[in-house]
């Protein structure tokens, strides 16, 4: 053998052993795989059991034995928790009727007594395990992994406290000096429950270091409103970081999300209601899924399902606080839950409510919302409050409509001198055309786009009262002239059907239908005073034509508080066009300009018209040296 055989063999040699070596299993993997072990013969001594019940006739004494064996070999320490009493234990309150099972210890059943639903039933958030289930997974330190609901709590007799408050206490006890309870405290006059989980002398029962549980919370959402559409829209899973930033996962399609930093709490969240977890000192991670049911006939719209992180102190000297809500999703009752406390401590639930982007939530959280609310302390009909609302609004904006129309006015009465700058330029040498028209708008001081920033201006607005109002708890079954319900669409016998018609539905939106005919007739007035006869202009006037008939298409689903809203709107403007149009005279006002011509100096370009006549006149040099070149060539 010679050398270069030795050292190859000592090589592969060295190889085996420290492939051995590097690729062995850790401490944890073994543990697991004994786990898998333990799991697959407990499964295989259930088996066997259960084979030998049916060939072997065996006593009800041996049953229980066998039974007794195999529960202790799967649940170890808390083969004692592994049956219990069902008895569900029901506290109501002035605000809540809530069920408890002692199976996982968890609410099992929430009611909000003073709602209903459309069809007038009680307005109930979940019932039973298949609706709402909550569990906490623990590994043992005999190397057991099992779930909180799974396991039977033992309740305790239910206390009061110096406020007033129910408390009720359910356990979960291995030994007697040893036990975690579940505690619930329930306020009289509260939507939220304070829920602490506190462990006593439990540290031997986990393995060392554990601070954190894993726990899933998997919910369903019932349809509750009569707009099935509607309520989807607006039903998803919203969870907040610690720093206040809000997120939610897609409602119009399944979604899953991950939250790497540390969240304050998560909200099941319907149209109008929410069951919310929250903890006082943030989960840490969470893994969060939405599922839309596609089946229309289904009593379901939803199903959202959380995998998170829990602090936990086996000790007990650190008990978990967390708080559940059981709320409607109204603005001033999710504020009212910061009061008193600091800033850093505000739970914040008010960002549920979906009042849009930055600048639009300001105009509804300080102007839209408060005025409504002062409305609402004076008045019971959300009709007439959305009328007055309404009747505010164009007031407030009325210098900048009565801007946008005199800057409209003034372009149409100047438009016989456009057309004849037109006829004098040919349409091939268009940058001179506009530059003759943009010389006549400076010399008689009128702004081509002196009508459009009024119109930006009042979109803030605009979009607040869009956002709001079909989210506004308030205007939920309040009726007004032939609507029920002004929160979702409104139907009339002879606007019904069964059979669903493309893009339309089963009903028409009678305040859809009204408003869509407004529009439509605002439109033809509108545009009737607007000068212009070439194809542009009337490829222009169908575009106009056909998007109020598009809104319609759009808003027949939509709240009917909404297109009322907007009807109303539309029927304002209509009028103070015509106000606008009896004292403001066209003769006179081309006078004025002619006059102005005449008399004063021209406007000052704005710096977007000096940039435009440069690019202008850049083009045109462009032009003409293109055109020099062509000759010479």
Known sequence: MNKQTVIGIILIVAIFIGFQYFNKPSKEQIAERQRINDSIKNAQTEQQLAIQQQVTPTSDTTRIVASDSLREAHFGIFAKAAKGDTAQITIETELLKLRFSPKGGFVSYAELKNYKTYDKKPLVLFEGESENSFGITMQTSDNRVLTTNEVYFVPQPITKDGNGNTILTLRLQPETDSYIDFIYKIPQNSYCVDFDIAAHNMQSYFPPMTNRLDFTWNTKIRQQELGRKTENRYATLNYMYTDNDIERLKEGKNDAKSASTPTKWFAAKDHFFSTILMSKTGF????????????ENSKYLKNYTVHSVIDFDATGNKPTNLQLYFVPNQYKVLAGFNDGLDKAQRPNLQELIPLGWTLFRWVNKYAIIPLFNLLGSFMSSWGLIILIVTVIIKIVLLPLTFKSYMSS???????????????????????????????????????????????????PILVAVFMYLPSAFELRQQSFLWATDLSTFDTLPFLTWNTAIPFIGKHISLFCLLMTITNVIYTKVNMAATAGSNQQMAMMKWMMYLMPLMFFFIFNEYASGLTYYYFVSLLLTVLQTY??????????????????????????????????????????KRLREQQNARRKR
């Open 284 to 295: 840490a991670t969470a893994n969060l899924s939405s599922e839309i049911y596609s089946d």
């Open 409 to 459: 006015a003034k372009m149409r009465v100047l438009k016989p001198q456009v057309d004849a700058i037109n006829e004098r330029i040919p349409a091939d040498k268009m940058m001179e055309r506009q530059q003759a028209q943009m010389s006549l708008y400076r010399s008689v001081g009128v702004s081509p786009m002196g009508g459009c920033l009024p119109m930006i201006l009042q979109m």
């Open 579 to 620: 106000l606008f149009r009896l004292f403001v005279n066209d003769q006179k006002l081309l006078q004025q300009l002619e006059l102005a011509k005449q008399t004063k100096k021209p406007a000052k370009k704005s710096g977007f018209m000096a940039r435009l006549e440069e690019a202008q006149k850049m083009q045109q």
